[in-house]
């Protein structure tokens, strides 16, 4: 399955100017991250210590992560399309931390960072980007369709959109099947920014609200559309407005602060599973490589490339770590060289998987068996020599 946005040639010819983000701004409804304040009980500060902790890890691994996989790519041990978290790693590990075991998961194209904060083993996710017997999915879906049932997580989709209906209909099953209450199941569907100007993203919120569903919308807002900014393609840049069209909640935080995600996460999470209503949350942030790896991004100016290298949220994170007290030098350095050696486990475990046998090729592939035969269709009879 192939990503309908994705082309290199029409990226490098338009060389469309990207509007100046404001990164000296996290838009007004921004909210920093959470400060122990001095009167903070001495418990409540040493959890919010290692909760910031445990995120800079998970955050540092996911960043090493992307970047072996795009160097993994580029030596050809990656095939298709690769599309890398890099630069919007608060909102992700934020929003996974916020799901409960029993909520499931629904992602769009970018997803390595979510199938791994969500508790998967980075060297299966890894297999899978290789293509290899031991990844998640067997080999067959490649960086845009990470899935794993056992943990609810149902997949990455390589359409823009595409996971906005399948993601509707589970919300309606858990309707049908539970009560709206505390211990009821949610959904959470995670989307780019460009994704909300199509059809599935006004035709899954309208009927999300019409039936009432346990559903979260999440637009990861990282501000430019493959090669457009949002402010050119959304008549209605401030994303999160548009559930006001559908008669339900939006709110818009900062994707840079993983508390703040997480925080607006829950309370999206715990409105839907209690009154079985949808959310939409907004998290900004910056993508800073281009739309996936073979993407230059030739859309930014040398000036706009610098203010995103300086604005980078992962050195940013570990310096007010250190400063705060919360690490030590020492500890950040062992964080790093541990998630080094994570990463090239994990490269390991891909490089050493089988590769599917060429018999396997339609395995999964239709509801219907059909024998391997390139011309056959479901239902087909194919006699085999």
Known sequence: MSDPTEDPASTED?????????????????TEAEQPEPDQPKGEQTEQ????????????????????????YQRAEIGGYCHLNVGEEATVVGLMDAMEERDYLFANYRVHGYAIARGLDPGHVMAELFGR??????????????????????GGYGIVGGQMPPATGAAMAVSHRQEAGPESEAVMCLLGEGTSATGAFHETLNLASLWGLPIVFVVINNRVGMS?????????PELFRKAESYRFEGRRVDGDDPIAVRDAARAALKQAREEHR??????????????SVVD??????????????????????????????????????TIERDADETIEQ?????????????????????????????????GDRVITL
């Open 14 to 30: 338009e060389q469309t100017e990207a509007e100046q983000p404001e990164l000296d701004t996290t838009e007004d409804e921004q």
């Open 49 to 72: 210590s290692e909760t910031l902790r445990s995120y800079f890890q998970q955050m540092t691994v996911i960043r090493r992560f992307e970047l072996k996989a795009q160097e993994m």
């Open 133 to 154: 017997t031991d990844g998640l999915a067997g080999g067959w879906g490649g960086s845009m369709h990470l899935a794993d049932a056992e943990s609810r997580f149902m």
């Open 228 to 236: 457009t900014p949002v402010e050119q393609a959304s008549a209605e």
């Open 278 to 291: 949808p959310f939409l949350l907004e998290t900004m942030s910056y993508r800073l490589r281009g739309h």
């Open 296 to 333: 230059p991004a030739r859309y930014r100016t040398d000036e706009e490339r610098a203010e995103l290298a300086a604005k980078d949220l992962l050195p940013r994170l570990r310096s007010r770590l250190i400063e705060d007290g919360v690490l030590s030098e020492q500890e950040a350095d």
């Open 346 to 378: 994990a490269v390991e475990v891909a490089g050493a998987s089988e590769s599917p046998d060429p018999s396997d090729l339609f395995t999964n592939a239709y509801s219907t068996e059909v024998a391997n035969a390139p011309r056959a269709m479901p």
